[in-house]
C-alpha cells in the first residue's frame, strides 16, 4: 500500500478523524475535523480563520491525528499521522465544497464561506494498522520525502525507542 493509497483511505472511508493540536500554553487540545481530499502526498481541511483551532494551527504547525474505521476492534483499521500543516488559503476551497457538498449547510452563504480557510498536511510520518488481516498489517509511512516508495514498508519489530525517534525526526526534517 502506497502513501497516496493510504491518505485516499482517510478521504474516502474514513473522512473524520481527531485532530490534537497545542493552544498557548502547550496543552493539547483535540477536535474532530473531516478530510475534505487529499492527493499524492497530502491531507486537506478546512476550518474556519476566527475558531480557536485556526488560531492554534496559526500559532504552531505541528498536529497529530487519528482515525479509525470498523465496528469492533478486530474489524478495524487505523491510521495515525503526526506532523506539519501549512494554510492554503481559499484557492482549493471551490473544490472543496464540489467535494463535500454537505458543508453547504454548515455555511450556506458565499457569506458564511468567506470565513473558511484550507489547511495543508503535507510533512510528517505514519502509521497503518489492520487488526483485521492476520497477520495484522502494520505500515509505516512518511510524507514529504522525495522517493515515497523506498519510505514504504512494513514495519519490523523495532529495536529500541532511539530508533522510533529517528524515523521521526528525519520524516518532519527531510534532507
Known amino acids: 500500500m502506497t502513501a497516496k ?15 490534537a493540536s497545542v493552544d498557548q500554553d502547550n496543552f493539547p487540545v483535540t477536535c ?13 481541511f478546512l476550518t474556519a480563520c476566527g475558531k480557536g483551532f485556526y488560531k492554534r494551527l496559526i500559532s504552531n504547525s505541528h498536529i497529530s491525528l487519528t482515525g479509525i474505521k470498523g465496528k469492533y476492534t478486530m474489524s478495524r483499521v487505523a491510521v495515525s499521522i503526526q506532523g506539519i500543516v501549512e494554510e492554503n488559503g481559499t484557492e482549493r476551497l471551490p473544490l472543496l465544497l464540489q467535494k463535500n457538498p454537505y458543508m453547504n449547510e454548515i455555511y450556506p452563504t458565499k457569506e458564511s464561506q468567506k470565513a473558511l480557510t484550507v489547511f495543508k498536511l503535507t510533512k510528517g510520518y505514519g502509521e497503518w ?3 483485521s488481516k492476520k497477520p495484522i498489517e502494520r505500515i509505516s509511512f512518511s510524507l514529504g520525502k522525495s522517493s515515497e516508495e ?11 525507542a532511539q530508533t522510533v525517534k529517528n524515523a521521526r525526526m528525519s520524516a518532519l526534517n527531510p534532507a
Open 5 to 19: 493509497e493510504i491518505l485516499k483511505f482517510i478521504e474516502t472511508q474514513i473522512h473524520t478523524v481527531i485532530i
Open 32 to 44: 474532530a475535523i473531516d478530510i475534505m481530499d487529499s492527493d499524492e502526498s497530502s491531507l486537506y
Open 150 to 160: 523506498k519510505n514504504m514498508q512494513p514495519i519490523r519489530l523495532m529495536k529500541n
Open 129 to 131: 494498522f489492520d487488526l
